[in-house]
C-alpha cells in the first residue's frame, strides 16, 4: 500500500466532512484532551489525533483511551462483537535497495496503518480490567487552565499587543501578534482559540519552525498555512481542555479539495502543526507506534 493509499484510508471520512462544511478538529467538548494509547498512556501525535479526535465526535465516545486488538486482549479485555476499529498510521524507515558500496547508508519513511479500538468499544473478561484502561478525569478549574496557559504564552516570549484593533494576526515583519483585549470575546475559549492560532503562525519563521510564510491572501500557500495554524490551535487548545474553535472556516471546501487531490496534504499539515504546538509548549510529543 502506497503512503497516499494509507492517508487515503485514514482521512477519508474527514475530508468527507470538509466537504460539507464541517471542520472535525474543532471539537465541541471540554476537557477530554488528546487521544492515548490506553495501556501505555502516551499521547498520539500529528494526523492520528485529528483522525481519532473525529471518530470520538461522530461516535460520541467520552473516554479518549485506544487500543490495539492484541492489546485489548493482553489487558483483559475483548472487543465487543460488531465492533469496527479505526485506521491509524505509523512512519517507518527502510534502507534504499542498491548501496551496497556506499558508505553512508541512505533511508526512506514509508507510510503504514493499523487498526485500534475505543476502551468504550471493549469487554472485560478480567474484572477491573476495563477500569484500568480508562482515561483519568481532568479536574482543573477554568481558571486553572486559563492560568496555565497564559503562563505557557509568557514562557514563549512572544511579542503580544493587546490593542482595540478587533483583527487577531501575526506580523511577520515585525513578528509581533495583535490581539483584541479578552474582554472583546463571547468566551474564554474563543480568545485562547485565537490567540494560540496566532501563536502557531508565530512559530513558522526561520528561526523557529521554518515554514513558508511568503503566500499572500487567497494562494494555496497561504491556504495551507491557515490549515496549519488551524490544527495547531486545536492541540493547543485541547492540552488546556479547552473548547476548539475555527478561524478559517472559508478555506474549508479548498482544504477538501486538496486534500482529496493530495492524501498527504492533511497529515503534513497535522505534523507541522504538532512541531509548532509542541515549540509552543516547549515539549515533544512521542508518537505512537503500532503495538507488536
Not at 66 to 86: I, L, N
Not at 95 to 123: C, G, P, R, T, W
Request: aromatic share 12%; charged share 25%.
Amino acid at each position: 500500500m502506497t503512503n497516499n493509499e494509507v492517508y487515503a484510508r485514514v482521512f477519508g471520512e474527514i475530508v468527507e466532512e470538509m466537504k460539507k462544511g464541517n471542520l472535525p478538529w474543532a471539537r465541541p467538548w471540554k476537557g477530554s484532551g488528546f487521544p492515548v494509547n490506553a495501556v501505555t498512556k502516551r499521547a498520539y501525535s500529528g494526523g492520528n489525533v485529528v483522525a481519532l479526535w473525529f471518530k470520538a465526535m461522530a461516535k460520541g465516545w467520552t473516554d479518549l483511551g485506544f487500543v490495539t486488538f492484541k492489546q485489548a486482549q493482553a489487558a483483559g479485555c475483548m472487543v465487543r462483537k460488531g465492533e469496527k476499529g479505526t485506521y491509524v498510521y505509523f512512519m517507518s524507515r527502510a534502507e534504499k535497495k542498491d548501496q551496497e558500496e556506499k558508505e553512508d547508508k541512505q533511508f526512506y519513511f514509508f507510510a503504514k496503518s493499523f487498526v485500534v479500538f475505543n476502551v468504550e468499544q471493549l469487554e472485560e473478561v478480567e474484572e477491573g480490567a476495563l477500569a484500568k484502561l480508562k482515561s483519568t478525569e481532568d479536574t482543573r478549574t477554568e481558571l486553572e487552565r486559563n492560568a496555565e496557559a497564559d503562563c505557557m504564552v509568557s514562557a514563549t516570549g512572544a511579542s503580544i499587543c493587546h490593542t482595540n484593533d478587533m483583527r487577531a494576526y501575526y506580523d511577520h515583519t515585525s513578528d509581533y501578534i495583535n490581539m483584541p483585549h479578552v474582554t472583546a470575546f463571547t468566551s474564554t475559549s474563543g480568545y485562547y482559540g485565537t490567540l494560540f492560532h496566532e501563536l502557531t503562525h508565530w512559530t513558522g519563521t526561520e528561526r523557529r519552525c521554518n515554514r513558508n510564510l511568503s503566500g499572500k491572501y487567497g494562494n494555496p500557500d497561504y491556504a495551507f498555512e491557515e490549515l496549519v495554524a488551524e490544527i495547531g490551535a486545536a492541540f493547543l487548545s485541547a492540552r488546556f481542555g479547552m473548547e476548539s474553535v475555527t478561524q478559517s472556516a472559508a478555506y474549508l471546501q479548498s482544504w477538501a479539495r486538496a486534500c482529496e487531490a493530495h492524501p498527504e496534504m492533511l497529515a503534513r499539515a497535522a505534523s507541522m502543526a504538532q512541531t509548532a504546538a509542541d515549540f509552543v509548549t516547549g515539549e515533544k510529543v512521542a508518537p505512537v507506534a503500532a503495538a507488536a
